[in-house]
């Protein structure tokens, strides 16, 4: 009989791609289970593609008083029939899949909620890197090693892009909620400037909201390539793979550029810490704000100085 196996991640997209090497380990560990992912429907593309999972549910994440689409989550949970749950999400959401399991029969379970059987017991969790806390709970759990995410099943086709053959890459949005997580627009025109004045060419990417920041950029430096809302996860990855070099905020694209290998440059101020949700990769540059913690006091000149060393580790 096939074990039947559940993993749940649901977040944002650096949360997901930073689950990526624990859902690899778990893939490698169950070889011939049955497992089934479940998410949030932007990622079910992605997480298809991937090869890691059978099947791939989606949470619709209804509201409070849509009693019945609650009702069916706690019926399909029930009879997936799965034997063990792999909780990476690890949230009150979460928690709450856990209870909808009747208590005689709930699955062996991998997190954090009171009652599961292969608890993360380390009262420091929350204070570990993302991909090293998850790690832990995984060996907690009998997988013993988690490596690095591997996206080299994730690439697109660019050839529409006119992309220079040495071009780098500008991350400079973000979520529009969080505006402060931004190297400031002139720190960006700045950098870009030198770039096309070194030889090196510029591609912009970002959601479809900051084509008018990428207008900005591209009015005042000609010739860069303005792709707001025209890049999917994959051709993130083709653009990261072919790029000279990337610089870009904290955000989610950053952490699919990281793992693709490419020499990158992640900015950060006090709006996040480096040391709980920094893009991992083999050639990831991360340049603090300062002591006063304000991206508006990111010099230009250090974020120069640290493409060079991404470009040297690379």
Same mark, same amino acid.
């Given at each position: 009989?096939?074990?039947?196996?559940?993993?749940?991640?649901?977040?944002?997209?650096?949360?997901?791609?930073?689950?990526?090497?624990?859902?690899?380990?778990?893939?490698?560990?169950?070889?011939?289970?049955?497992?089934?992912?479940?998410?949030?429907?932007?990622?079910?593309?992605?997480?298809?593609?991937?090869?890691?999972?059978?099947?791939?549910?989606?949470?619709?994440?209804? *509201?409070?008083? #849509?009693?019945?689409?609650?009702?069916? %989550?706690?019926?399909? $949970? +029930?009879? !997936?029939?799965? @034997?063990?749950?792999?909780?990476?999400?690890?949230?009150?959401?979460?928690?709450?899949?856990?209870r909808q399991f009747p208590q005689q029969d709930r699955p062996e379970?991998?997190?954090?909620?009171?009652?599961?059987?292969?608890?993360?017991?380390?009262?420091?969790?929350?204070?570990?890197?993302?991909?090293?806390?998850?790690?832990?709970?995984?060996?907690?759990?009998?997988?013993?090693?988690?490596?690095?995410?591997?996206?080299?099943?994730?690439?697109?086709?660019?050839?529409?892009?006119?992309?220079?053959?040495?071009?780098?890459?500008?991350?400079?949005?973000?979520?529009?909620?969080?505006?402060?997580?931004?190297?400031?627009?002139?720190?960006?025109? *700045?950098?870009? #400037?030198?770039?096309?004045?070194?030889? %090196?060419?510029?591609? $912009? +990417?970002? !959601?479809?909201? @900051?084509?008018?920041?990428?207008?900005?950029?591209?009015?005042?430096?000609?010739?860069?390539?303005?792709?707001?809302?025209?890049?999917?996860?994959?051709?993130?990855?083709?653009?990261?793979?072919?790029?000279?070099?990337?610089?870009?905020?904290?955000?989610?694209?950053?952490?699919?550029?990281?793992?693709?290998?490419?020499?990158?440059?992640?900015?950060?101020?006090?709006?996040?810490?480096?040391?709980?949700?920094?893009?991992?990769?083999?050639?990831?540059?991360?340049?603090?704000?300062?002591?006063?913690?304000?991206?508006?006091?990111?010099?230009?000149?250090?974020?120069?100085?640290?493409?060079?060393?991404?470009?040297s580790v690379a």
């Amino acid at each position: 009989m096939v074990s039947k196996i559940l993993v749940i991640k649901l977040g944002a997209l650096g949360d997901f791609i930073q689950a990526c090497g624990p859902f690899q380990a778990i893939r490698h560990y169950h070889t011939n289970a049955h497992i089934t992912l479940l998410t949030t429907a932007r990622f079910t593309s992605l997480a298809r593609t991937s090869g890691w999972f059978d099947e791939v549910w989606v949470d619709d994440r209804p *509201a409070w008083h #849509q009693f019945s689409a609650w009702l069916a %989550i706690r019926r399909r $949970l +029930i009879a !997936g029939h799965f @034997e063990r749950v792999y909780d990476l999400q690890t949230s009150d959401r979460s928690g709450w899949y856990f209870r909808q399991f009747p208590q005689q029969d709930r699955p062996e379970w991998s997190g954090i909620v009171r009652g599961c059987s292969h608890p993360h017991t380390n009262s420091r969790r929350d204070y570990m890197h993302t991909v090293d806390r998850q790690a832990e709970q995984l060996h907690m759990a009998g997988i013993e090693t988690v490596s690095c995410a591997n996206l080299d099943w994730l690439d697109g086709d660019i050839t529409d892009f006119g992309c220079s053959e040495k071009f780098a890459l500008l991350v400079t949005g973000g979520a529009a909620a969080r505006k402060e997580k931004r190297w400031p627009l002139c720190g960006y025109v *700045a950098l870009a #400037q030198r770039l096309m004045k070194s030889g %090196i060419g510029v591609c $912009l +990417i970002g !959601g479809a909201s @900051e084509s008018e920041l990428q207008d900005s950029i591209g009015r005042a430096v000609v010739g860069v390539i303005e792709l707001a809302g025209k890049t999917n996860f994959a051709q993130i990855a083709a653009l990261a793979r072919r790029s000279y070099v990337t610089v870009g905020n904290d955000t989610g694209p950053m952490h699919i550029i990281a793992s693709c290998g490419a020499p990158t440059v992640v900015l950060f101020g006090n709006a996040s810490n480096p040391a709980l949700c920094a893009p991992r990769g083999r050639s990831v540059v991360v340049v603090d704000a300062g002591e006063d913690g304000r991206l508006e006091s990111l010099p230009g000149t250090s974020v120069w100085e640290a493409m060079l060393v991404a470009r040297s580790v690379a």
